[in-house]
């Protein structure tokens, strides 16, 4: 009787509700190219040697926001890197956004200058967009050695985002010791946690002294501690605390040796917090490089191990030991997004095994390791996705946009 009410009910009025198992894309077609300005400068000073991606895409107070950047060849140092957004999905005009940065290191260029190198990636909680300051472009870090005292400092950024008369703006805060890298951000029992790399001072970093650190605030960002950190013993190579995943009362923390300098491949080096206690992760996690975690829900996330141009290793991780999720063992994960009901999210990856075959794929976190692909984008590069207003919009892997409109039944 239920299914025959309802079943009029679509005949007459048409059906409103889809299964998102059921819900496919077109075609991408180019949207917009939010960052030719950096595009044409960076291929001057860098021909064919720089970083062109759409490295984020985030949709948070129905703004799209994008990444990009190159912390390699320092672009930031170069050009101003901005948090631009977009506001409507029916207007492809990016827009720059305000950084309230007084104070905050070296003077801006713009009142956009963030004084980063590369914007990405971001992080959500307490209803607040955060973003990691990656790293710190050439006059940011000169303002900070320059600040009076017996050493020359490193110093770290964050940014969170606030309203300013109904406008939205980047708060800028300069205030992570040691921080000479800056890679996630997590929250946990009312504080907030910060990793990435540094020293903390000139001199002790140019001692070849590197240390991998972990940070806390309790002050929901104004200041932050150092609250651990771990010194590179092997010589000329790097060491990170690379990012982070809070699972119920848990934080982990992903890092890594790199030993280049002996021609020995990166290792794993990662961390638990919990009630305020640090222990090491052990496991089969323990030697996975970590470059990439995502959130799926209080209780679940990703870890994705693994860096280049490979497979990607994925764990899922609950309140249990973590788990290889086996059916995206022949893929190369690059972007994980909310999908369009709760509980289902997408992912854009390569099937490094099948012609490297760009695709994006469906899955839902009670069954992760389940994976259903709703788009062949073939030998297409891109590196991020979202979804927004219903359809689906792909940054490209030469700076571009481009937009999937959801298929109509």
């Known amino acids: 009787m239920k299914f025959s009410f309802y079943l009029s009910l679509c005949l007459t009025f048409g059906c409103v509700f889809q299964s998102p198992e059921n819900i496919l894309y077109g075609v991408p077609t180019l ?20 970083d062109t991606r759409i490295g984020a895409l985030e949709v948070f107070d129905d703004m ?32 720059s956004t305000l950084v309230l940065a007084d104070n905050q290191g070296a003077k801006q260029r713009t009142p956009n200058d963030t004084g980063e190198e590369r914007i990405i990636p971001f992080n959500r909680f307490n209803k607040q967009l955060w973003q990691a300051g990656y790293d710190s472009n050439n006059d940011d870090e000169l303002w900070t050695q320059a600040i009076p005292g017996p050493e020359r400092l490193i110093q770290g950024n964050i940014f969170v985002l606030k ?14 010791p040691g921080g000479e890298h800056v890679h996630d951000l997590a929250y946990l029992d009312g504080s907030i946690y910060a990793v990435g790399s540094g020293a903390a001072n000139r001199r002790e970093w140019e001692e070849n002294s590197i240390y ?17 950190r771990k010194r590179y013993s092997m010589g000329d190579g790097d060491t990170r605390f690379r990012a982070l995943l809070t699972i119920g009362n848990t934080l982990y923390v992903f890092g890594y040796i790199n030993p280049s300098d002996d021609d020995l491949p990166m ?12 222990s090491d992760l052990d496991g089969e996690m323990e030697k ?3 470059w990439k975690t995502w959130q799926l829900n209080q209780k679940l996330g990703l870890a994705v191990g693994n860096v280049g141009s490979g497979i990607s290793k994925t764990f899922q991780i609950d309140d249990t030991s973590p788990i290889v999720l086996t059916n995206w063992s022949d893929k190369r994960v690059l972007y994980v997004t909310p999908g369009e009901k709760k509980g289902y999210w997408l992912l ?41 207003h219903g359809d689906l919009y792909l940054g490209s892997s030469d700076g571009k946009i481009y937009k999937s409109n959801k298929l109509k039944k």
């Open 163 to 176: 309203n300013d008369e109904n406008k939205p703006v980047w708060e800028k805060r300069r205030n992570i």
């Open 212 to 228: 991998r650190y972990l940070w806390r605030s309790d002050d929901m960002g104004k200041t932050f501690s150092v609250f651990h």
């Open 288 to 290: 996975v490089v970590v």
């Open 64 to 95: 799209l926001w994008i990444g990009y950047g190159d912390t390699r060849v320092n672009m930031g140092s170069t050009i101003p890197i901005e948090f631009r957004r977009f506001n409507d999905p029916s207007l492809n005009q990016v827009e």
């Open 348 to 388: 854009l990856a390569v099937n490094v095994l099948d012609n490297k075959a760009f695709g994006v794929y469906r899955f839902n976190e009670k069954s992760a390791n389940k994976l259903f692909q709703i788009l062949d984008l073939g030998e297409e590069s891109f590196s991020s996705i979202a979804l927004w």
């Open 267 to 278: 290792e794993g080096r990662h961390l638990i917090v919990r009630n305020n206690k640090i």
């Open 31 to 50: 949207w917009s190219e939010p960052i030719n300005d950096y595009l044409i400068i960076g291929e001057k000073k860098y021909p064919n040697d720089f």
